[in-house]
């Protein structure tokens, strides 16, 4: 899957997305990038907004999931379960959100479980960056439920 592919399926199925001008930057096996202009997701200080910077984030988690899902030929949902998001740094403008497997290792036992048993659980992180910095950390679980 590619990122013009990847950003139509976000607008289409996620419309959020598109209300915040999210666009693919680049999918890779081990991550995906997106960004998000600062216009769409301004607070009252004239920062990204935290629910934007949050969402971005966990847009860019799912989306590597839904591409390792996709690339590995498995019809399924994929819904978040849990996350924490730190913010460390305003973000004054366009920022990215990295998303990556922070311990590969667990990918066989995850592809496993879910041929198994029908559902398996996923931790994926995702990192924002303004400038060149890291601005702030996202972690969450994903739960994939294969379909009949």
């Known amino acids: 899957m590619g990122e013009r592919e990847l950003e139509h399926y976000l607008y289409e199925h996620i419309p959020l997305s598109l209300a915040m001008q999210v666009s693919v930057i ?10 998000a202009p600062l216009a769409p997701n301004i607070n009252h200080t004239s920062t990204i907004f935290g629910g ?3 969402a971005v984030a966990i847009l860019s988690a799912w989306s590597l999931v839904h591409v390792y899902m996709k690339n590995a030929g498995v019809p ?3 819904v978040i379960q849990r996350n924490s998001m730190e913010y460390e740094k305003p973000i004054y403008g366009s ?6 497997i922070a311990q590969p290792e ?4 995850f592809m496993k479980t879910l041929l198994r048993r029908g559902r ?3 931790s994926v992180s995702s990192l924002l960056e303004y400038e060149g910095k ?6 969450g679980d994903f739960v994939v439920i294969k379909a009949n």
Not at 26 to 35: E, I, K, S
């Open 26 to 35: 680049d999918v890779q096996d081990d991550g995906v990038t997106l960004r």
């Open 95 to 100: 920022f990215t959100a990295r998303s990556y």
């Open 106 to 109: 667990h990918l066989q036992l």
């Open 120 to 122: 398996a659980r996923i």
């Open 52 to 54: 934007s910077a949050s």
């Open 134 to 139: 890291i601005v702030g950390k996202f972690e």
């Open 76 to 78: 399924c949902s994929i």
